[in-house]
């Protein structure tokens, strides 16, 4: 059984280290220079609406009404890109 403290593991929503970093060196000359992973990708749900009822979704009791005002979309999107 993995440590959830374990720097593997604490980096990724599928929980598994994110291989791809490997393949961008400007991004693994930031770790070894701060000791720290930063953000290399946003998996982002502007809402929660959704007219489904799947017996196995992970979001079952979600506010379905739940979603991201246009503009500060639009900043946000601004900020990470």
């Given amino acids: 059984m993995k440590n ?3 720097i593997k593991y604490s980096y990724s929503s599928a929980n598994i280290f ?3 970093i490997f393949r961008n060196y ?4 930031f770790i070894l220079k701060h000791k720290m992973i930063i953000p290399y990708h946003l998996q982002f749900n502007p809402t929660n609406k959704c007219n489904f ?5 992970s979001c079952s009791n979600r506010d379905r009404e739940l979603e991201f005002d246009f503009r500060d979309l639009k900043i946000l999107i601004n900020l990470l890109i």
Avoid: A, T
């Avoid at 400007?26 to 000359?29: F, G, H, V």
């Avoid at 009822?53 to 979704?57: K, L, P």
């Fill in 4 to 6: 959830r403290d374990d």
């Fill in 18 to 20: 994110p291989m791809k």
């Fill in 26 to 29: 400007d991004l693994i000359n």
């Fill in 53 to 57: 009822n799947c017996s196995f979704c």
